[in-house]
């Protein structure tokens, strides 16, 4: 299959060129910079000079060339909903395939800390969270593209780790160095979702092969609250925990990560498991503790 990954020297979108390329397809790869292109030539995918600005329509252009076309990018909502109007509408009725990178970030309760009974499966209604509306937007428009000759997909993962990543793990090592403690926030009972990046490579595959139009797959292994991580990362460091309130918060991972590490956001993947016949293989996020490369963010800068 030729295959085009829009976000492919991205974490996921790189995971999926590099493991697609090794399945004997044919990749190509977004390439922003001369330095991505390098990177994306040497690892055997095909670089595509462009971006999701006033070069966009050199993407437009590599997706109609193309079978499949991923779209795995963390852009802006200017520059992410432009695109996926484009690709819809170059796209339809030609019974190619998409599949739109979102994430359960569409659907997470602001709850300072508290842990919360709600979990989502793929049909559930949610109220979206207000800063991923356009997410939530672009979503809408991928699956309705589906009734139009487009085989589109959405898979909404949750919590996304494994090597590289920059999750919860990572940044409540990042508040030893800040604070010297491993630091939640509120009770800390907050609870994110969480699959390995592995397994989300493993669903796009099986959409790519199987996968139904108009189709929403979640990707969820197992889920932890924030507390439980900070107090494993606390043990592993000979440090204590510390419960932040929101204005501390936000001097040790800023306004945004305050968000997202207040927040809870705990889903199902009920489809992707009934339809695609998925199974996560790795269940166990705390399994990264004690990793060098997040034991060095616990050293405080100088």
Not at 141 to 151: E, F, I, M, N, P
Not at 242 to 270: K, N, Q
Not at 284 to 290: Q, S, Y
Request: hydrophobic share 40%; charged share 20%; glycine share 10%.
């Amino acid at each position: 299959m030729n295959i085009f990954i829009i976000g492919a020297t991205g974490f996921v979108g790189g995971a999926l060129a590099r493991h697609l390329s090794a399945e004997g397809h044919t990749v190509a790869g977004l390439a922003r910079t001369k330095s991505a292109a390098a990177t994306l030539d040497s690892q055997g995918i095909t670089p595509v000079a462009g971006d999701l600005d006033e070069h966009r329509p050199a993407v437009i252009d590599a997706a109609q060339a193309a079978d499949a076309v991923i779209y795995a990018a963390q852009a802006g909502p200017e520059q992410e909903t432009a695109t996926i109007q484009d690709l819809t509408r170059t796209l339809t009725s030609t019974d190619k395939t998409l599949i739109f990178l979102s994430g359960n970030g569409v659907l997470i309760q602001r709850t300072a800390g508290a842990w919360s009974p709600d979990v989502f499966a793929e049909d559930d209604p949610f109220t979206p969270e207000p800063l991923a509306h356009y997410r939530k937007a672009a979503e809408d428009t991928v699956l309705a593209a589906a009734q139009d000759g487009l085989r589109a997909m959405v898979i909404r993962p949750g919590l996304i780790w494994g090597p590289g990543d920059h999750g919860h793990v990572s940044m409540v090592y990042q508040s030893v160095a800040t604070t010297g403690a491993a630091c939640y926030i509120g009770e800390g009972l907050n609870t994110y979702s969480h699959v390995h990046i592995d397994d989300v490579t493993h669903l796009f595959c099986l959409a790519l092969e199987k996968g139904r139009p108009g189709g929403l797959y979640h990707a969820v292994a197992g889920e932890i609250p924030n507390r439980w991580i900070a107090e494993r990362v606390a043990a592993d460091l000979g440090v204590t925990t510390r419960g932040l309130t929101p204005e501390e918060a936000s001097g040790v991972w800023g306004e945004f990560g305050t968000l997202i590490m207040a927040a809870s956001g705990r889903i199902r993947a009920v489809r992707a498991q009934q339809h695609l016949g998925w199974q996560p293989q790795h269940t166990d996020m705390l399994t990264m503790i004690g990793e060098e490369r997040l034991r060095r963010l616990a050293t405080p800068a100088g």
